[in-house]
């Protein structure tokens, strides 16, 4: 996952550039690209820079709740679980690393219902949690504990774990 902070509402030069700065980090293309219909999407070189990145812009239906459903679902979290809670600096270096943290613990820590228990990068990886998730007994029959800790001290990002008792 990518994000970005911008001081106003971004150009669609400023919105390219951060896709390009994503996907060179992701290592490649996505095959689509959903967005809103703002001026920064709906334009002819934003269609252009998709066109030669083999990418197919999509957009979600106008004023309809749930077109654009896992990003607006993300922003919700983001809303509810971390800005509410915390006081946003005025600095954008710090405002930018307090984005980062929520979203690796969005998608290395946080199980999400939807995906049936499972991180986003357990699934993208597509590999088993790495904790068991609502067992009291591991496979073996070991008994397990709950152990909470939290992401970079914050005690707003949790990491749940369960652990070999002793």
Known sequence: MGFAVFRKEPTSLEI???????????????????????????????????KR???KPRYGAVSRYGSIA???RFI??????????????FDRQRT????????RWY???RPHQYLAGRTP???????????????????DGVELRLA????????ELPIVELKKAA
Do not use: M
């Not at 996907?23 to 999407?41: E, M, N, T, Y």
């Not at 919700?76 to 600096?89: C, H, N, Q, V």
């Not at 990068?121 to 591991?138: A, D």
């Open 121 to 139: 990068q357990e699934v993208y990886l597509n590999v088993q949690p790495s904790n068991p998730r609502f067992e009291v007994r591991g496979p």
């Open 107 to 109: 998608n290395h820590f």
């Open 96 to 103: 930018r690393g307090l984005l980062a943290a929520y979203a």
């Open 70 to 72: 896992v990003i607006e």
């Open 148 to 155: 909470v800790s939290h992401l970079e001290g914050r005690r």
């Open 16 to 50: 390219r550039s951060f896709l390009g700065r994503a996907i060179r980090k992701a290592g490649h293309s996505p095959k689509h690209l959903v967005s809103d219909k703002g001026s920064q999407f709906n334009c002819d070189a934003f269609r252009r820079w998709c």
């Open 76 to 89: 919700r979290s983001l809303k509810d679980e971390w800005t509410r809670r915390i006081f946003i600096p």
């Open 53 to 55: 990145r083999r990418i």
